[in-house]
């Protein structure tokens, strides 16, 4: 395992995160950051020095854009020219492959890779662990993949790339880039981040309407904990019937009947489209 990787965006939030597991590995990499201060913030907490496009890209094996989403394109593009055929580059999220925002080179091999961050069921015993909530630290997360084109065998090395940048790794996944587009934006953001905004707002409305602060956040959290526990079959359990009354008639209320439909591929590429 001695492939030569090219990091680029090495000294953003990501790419540091990122830059900080490869030290631990065995791959040569190549740190690419154009931002003085993402440059300096590599030296000064990891002791390592940015190189040029040019000399990161000089034999490289995989190429990691860890980039937002809206310039993954225009990187991609800029450096397509340099790359010889064979070379993996890889994505960290599934928005600009599904979008089409990579070069048309067949020669290329593209992957994409993705964190499902800690779960909140964990089994996490140290105080870094449970404090971990992004991943890629202390606490264990899984993985999912796709091998958008190339040949069968390179999805082994992207794997292994990716358990390295996102360890420690519970499980990895397999999936298609359409089937991660469905996890993220459609899951993870449409619904779940909206749904959860959607909570915190009744939370800061019953505290507008005279229930103490401290009180209606304890109150929401530990709900969240055991309510979430029983619908994810996380313990055998179920609902009172006071509790399945409120959620017969509260769902219509919050929810458009058809609101499945934000998982059809039309509503998931313009989500994407926005992200892009």
């Known amino acids: 395992m001695n492939e030569k990787i090219a990091l680029f965006g090495a000294g953003g939030k990501m790419g540091v995160r990122l830059a900080k597991n490869l030290q631990k590995s065995d791959y040569r990499v190549a740190h690419v950051e154009v931002s003085r201060v993402g440059q300096q913030r590599l030296k000064d907490e990891l002791g390592i020095n940015c190189i040029g496009v040019d000399v990161a890209l000089d034999g490289v094996d995989v190429v990691i854009l860890a980039v937002p989403d809206t310039l993954i394109g225009k990187i991609a593009a800029e450096i397509s020219p340099r790359l010889r055929a064979g070379v993996m580059v890889i994505t960290l999220d599934a928005a600009a492959p599904f979008a089409g925002h990579l070069p048309d080179r067949p020669d290329l091999v593209y992957f994409v890779a993705h964190p499902c961050h800690p779960p909140i069921f964990n089994d996490e015993t140290t105080p870094?662990?449970?404090k971990d909530y992004f991943g890629g630290g202390a606490a264990k997360q899984s993985i999912t993949s796709a091998l958008m084109q190339g040949p069968e065998e390179a999805f082994d090395l992207g794997e292994a790339v990716a358990k390295v940048i996102y360890a420690p790794i519970m499980r990895s996944y397999r999936l298609t880039v359409e089937q991660m587009a469905l996890l993220e934006p459609g899951l993870s953001e449409t619904v779940c981040a909206t749904l959860l905004a959607v909570m915190r707002e009744a939370m800061d409305e019953t505290i507008r309407r005279g229930v103490p602060a401290e009180a209606a956040r304890d109150f929401l959290l530990g709900h969240m904990n055991i309510l979430g526990a029983v619908i994810f079959n996380e313990i055998p359990g179920a609902f009172s019937d006071a509790c399945n009354k409120a959620i017969e008639f509260g769902k219509p209320r919050l929810m458009r009947d058809d609101w499945l439909k934000v998982f059809d591929r039309d509503?998931?590429?313009?989500?994407?489209?926005?992200?892009?």
């Open 267 to 276: 509503e998931i590429a313009e989500s994407i489209r926005r992200i892009t």
């Open 128 to 130: 870094e662990g449970r």
